[in-house]
């Protein structure tokens, strides 16, 4: 037996909630409750189908980490219940991937505007002028 799809209010509940909760984790640094990526490697290798969230109960967490990992966790709980859990999941997975792919844009331009400050020339695309004109 399937259940009905949520109906618009609903569906407003759950994106109101969903906002609350990516604005906490904003405020507060994170990727998502648990996760927080730092360095570049970090992001590069971080599988967005399966990022490595901590647990609130993992042992080898800190005070100060729990208390920093775990601030939004009412807005969680929120979003957890005011929403379907394959939303939350989906909208969870979709904000690691967007922030890995914003990182990744922001890095290229870093690199390409170090590059055109050097003076430097993207020797590829020299040669391919460079034939394109003969």
Known sequence: MTSAPPLKTQRQQC?????AYFACLDRSGLWLNGLSVAGHDAIV???SSKPPVRSET???????????????????????KECLAS???HFSMLRVKEM????????????DEALRNKGGSDAFWDKV??????
Request: hydrophobic share 30%; charged share 35%; proline share 4%.
């Open 15 to 19: 994106w109101a909630q969903r906002d």
């Open 45 to 47: 290798a971080l599988d």
């Open 58 to 80: 993992d042992p080898g967490l800190t005070p100060d980490e729990r208390n920093r990992l775990f601030v939004c966790k009412q807005d969680l709980e929120s979003f957890q």
């Open 87 to 89: 939303w939350v999941f």
């Open 100 to 111: 890995q792919t914003a990182h990744l844009v922001e890095h290229q331009r870093k690199k």
């Open 129 to 134: 002028k460079e034939k394109t004109q003969k």
